[in-house]
Nanobody, 127 residues
Framework: QVHLVESGGGLVQTGGSLRLSCAAS????????MGWFRQAPGKEREFVAA????????KIVDSVKGRFTISRDNAKNTVYLQMNSLKPEDTAVYYC????????????????????WGQGTQVTVSS
């Protein structure tokens, strides 16, 4: 059974940093794309970043480019989202997800491309 558990969220001031982690279990972690999404109150869930099976390819949404970095450690079955220079508009619940549609595939940005999701972790950036 696929299980994704996010951690690392919290309250931070504008300009601060957080590192989110997502620990995965129940499947062959190293073979699949991992993604991070976020959902603010009253808004749809949106793509933030994704990383290929070996970390060699990433996609980042324009609004966080240069501030957020996605990475993974296949030995630890964990994917990370390093968030720097945080802004109030980054406030949201952040979710990790796995795309099991293709083995050794390239990152995709669509919510519907991802099959399993974590429970989310709250990130709040105060102004």
């Amino acid at each position: 059974q696929v299980h994704l558990v996010e951690s690392g969220g919290g309250l931070v001031q504008t300009g601060g940093s957080l590192r989110l982690s997502c620990a995965a279990s129940g499947y062959s972690f190293s073979g699949y794309v991992m993604g991070w999404f976020r959902q603010a109150p009253g808004k749809e869930r949106e793509f933030v970043a994704a990383v290929s099976w070996n970390g060699g390819s990433t996609k980042i949404v324009d609004s966080v480019k240069g501030r957020f970095t996605i990475s993974r450690d296949n030995a630890k079955n964990t994917v990370y989202l390093q968030m720097n220079s945080l802004k109030p508009e980054d406030t949201a619940v952040y979710y990790c997800a796995v795309d099991t549609g293709r083995v050794y595939g390239f990152p995709r940005v669509g919510v519907s491309s991802y099959d399993y999701w974590g429970q989310g972790t709250q990130v709040t950036v105060s102004s």
